[in-house]
């Protein structure tokens, strides 16, 4: 044999008995979802119904809370106006001694100790001071006395208000 080589059979060894057995079934595809159905006409009246229901309770909630508030009438404040340029009437002038201070200005300006304390008007015609702030008083002179009991020993700033 000249320029190849010539292949001899092999015998072809026998599998072992426990391969000669069936193979076991390939799995099973997973079960196919059947197709969106639309929806019927029974659950888009639920729905319809749910959705009104709700904006019904929603309606009625919110009427039910605002009722009280337009019910009541305008506020009424017990304090009189206080006088003023604001009302047709001069600026009342006052210079006076009180708690061991000196309270000197009218209603658009007040100082105690020569200090300016800063006041404001309200609507209806109260003033309320930088010094307590959470309560009205029916004149720029009843402000400032209680300005003074408030103060205590302490003096007035001259910085002024701050700003915010």
Same mark, same amino acid.
């Given at each position: 044999?000249?320029?190849?080589?010539?292949?001899?059979?092999?015998?072809?060894?026998?599998?072992?008995?426990?391969?000669?057995?069936?193979?076991?079934?390939?799995?099973?595809?997973?079960?196919?979802?059947?197709?969106?159905?639309?929806?019927?006409?029974? &659950?888009?009246?639920?729905?319809?119904?749910?959705?009104?229901?709700?904006?019904?309770?929603?309606?009625?909630?919110?009427?039910?809370?605002?009722?009280?508030?337009?019910?009541?009438?305008?506020?009424? &404040?017990?304090?009189?106006?206080?006088?003023?340029?604001?009302?047709?009437?001069?600026?009342?002038?006052?210079?006076?001694?009180?708690? *061991?201070?000196?309270?000197?200005?009218?209603? &658009?300006?007040?100082?105690?100790?020569?200090?300016?304390?800063?006041?404001?008007?309200?609507?209806? *015609?109260?003033?309320?001071?930088?010094?307590?702030?959470?309560?009205?008083?029916?004149?720029?002179?009843?402000?400032?006395?209680?300005?003074?009991?408030?103060?205590?020993?302490?003096?007035? &700033?001259?910085?002024?208000?701050?700003?915010?």
């Amino acid at each position: 044999m000249a320029g190849g080589t010539k292949l001899e059979p092999r015998p072809v060894a026998a599998r072992p008995a426990e391969s000669l057995a069936p193979a076991p079934p390939p799995p099973s595809p997973p079960p196919q979802s059947s197709p969106a159905l639309p929806p019927t006409r029974s &659950s888009r009246t639920r729905r319809f119904f749910l959705r009104a229901a709700f904006a019904f309770g929603a309606i009625g909630g919110t009427a039910a809370a605002l009722t009280p508030i337009f019910r009541a009438g305008p506020r009424k &404040s017990d304090a009189p106006p206080a006088p003023g340029p604001v009302d047709g009437m001069p600026d009342e002038r006052f210079d006076e001694m009180y708690g *061991g201070r000196r309270i000197q200005g009218t209603a &658009s300006g007040v100082r105690i100790d020569g200090r300016p304390l800063h006041l404001m008007r309200r609507a209806d *015609g109260t003033y309320v001071s930088v010094v307590n702030h959470f309560e009205s008083f029916p004149t720029a002179l009843a402000t400032a006395r209680a300005a003074v009991d408030d103060l205590g020993g302490t003096q007035l &700033s001259l910085a002024g208000p701050a700003l915010h």
